[in-house]
C-alpha cells in the first residue's frame, strides 16, 4: 500500500534535547511538507521541499531543521531552540506540479517536559 | 494576519441534515481551494477540491460553493452522517507562487448528532 508513513506516534522529550521526527512515503511525490498543529490553529507551515537536496523555510521554521537527500524521506529535526516544541507534527507529500492536494501521515505528537 | 479565516470554530447539526461549513479568505491570488476532513490524533484527509474557474464541484455527498466576488466558499454535505462529525479545515493556494504551498484556516469541528 502506497502511503506516507510517520514515527513514532507518541515521542516524549527532555527540555533542551534536540528530536528528530521520521516522515517516509512511498507515492513517489516530489514535494514534501512539514506542519505543525496547536489546539485550535489551523495547520502551520514549518519546512517544504520540492526536489531532493533542496527545501524552504515555511512560516515557522524558527528552531527546526530539515533534510532531503533521498525523495522518500524528509526527517524533521527539532532544536533546543523551539521554544514551545510541544504539538502535534504532520507530514504530507504532494506530486508533481500541477497537483495542488498534499496527502498526510498520521503525525506524530511531541511532548517536551 | 489570518489569510484563511473559518469563523465558526464548532457546528452541531443532526442526522440527515445538512452541514454548510463556511471559509472566507483575504488573498486575491488565491486560485485554488481545498477542503481536509480531520479526527484526533490523525493525519487530515483530502475531501473535495475546486478551482477558481469553477463556482461549484460535487463529489457524492460533499458539494464546495466559490463566490469570488465575496471572497467565500463553502461546504455542504448532505445528508449528514455521524461518521462526518471531525474538524473541518479549508485550504487556499496561489498557483502564480509556484511553489503550491497551502494555507489552512482554523478549522470548523463539526459535531452531526444521530
Known amino acids: 500500500d502506497g502511503g506516507i508513513t510517520q514515527s513514532p506516534k507518541y515521542l516524549f522529550r527532555k527540555e533542551g534535547q534536540n528530536v528528530t521526527l521520521s516522515c517516509e512515503q512511498n507515492?513517489?511525490?516530489?514535494?514534501m511538507y512539514w506542519y505543525r498543529q496547536d489546539p485550535g490553529q489551523g495547520l502551520r507551515l514549518i519546512y517544504y521541499?520540492?526536489?531532493?537536496?533542496?527545501?524552504q523555510k515555511g512560516d515557522i521554521a524558527e528552531g527546526y531543521s530539515v533534510s532531503r537527500e533521498k525523495k522518500e524521506s524528509f526527517p524533521l529535526t527539532v532544536t533546543s531552540a523551539q521554544k514551545n516544541p510541544t504539538a502535534f507534527y504532520l507530514c504530507?507529500?504532494?506530486?508533481?506540479?500541477?497537483?495542488?492536494?498534499?496527502?498526510f501521515g498520521p503525525g506524530t505528537r511531541l511532548t517536551v517536559t | 494576519d489570518q489569510q484563511v479565516k473559518q469563523n465558526s470554530p464548532s457546528l452541531s447539526v443532526q442526522e440527515g441534515r445538512i452541514s454548510i461549513l463556511n471559509c472566507d479568505y483575504t488573498n486575491s491570488m488565491f486560485d485554488y481551494f481545498l477542503w481536509y476532513k480531520k479526527y484526533p490524533a490523525e493525519g487530515p484527509t483530502f475531501l473535495i477540491s475546486i478551482s477558481s474557474i469553477k463556482d461549484k464541484n460535487e463529489d457524492g455527498r460533499f458539494t464546495v460553493f466559490l463566490n469570488k466576488s465575496a471572497k467565500h466558499l463553502s461546504l455542504h454535505i448532505v445528508p449528514s452522517q455521524p461518521g462526518d462529525s471531525a474538524v473541518y479545515f479549508c485550504a487556499a493556494s496561489a498557483s502564480g507562487a509556484g511553489s503550491y504551498q497551502l494555507t489552512f484556516g482554523k478549522g470548523t469541528k463539526l459535531s452531526v448528532i444521530p
Open positions: 521541499s520540492q526536489i531532493v537536496n533542496d527545501f
Open positions: 507515492l513517489n511525490h516530489d514535494a
Open positions: 504530507a507529500s504532494r506530486m508533481t506540479s500541477g497537483f495542488y492536494e498534499q496527502y
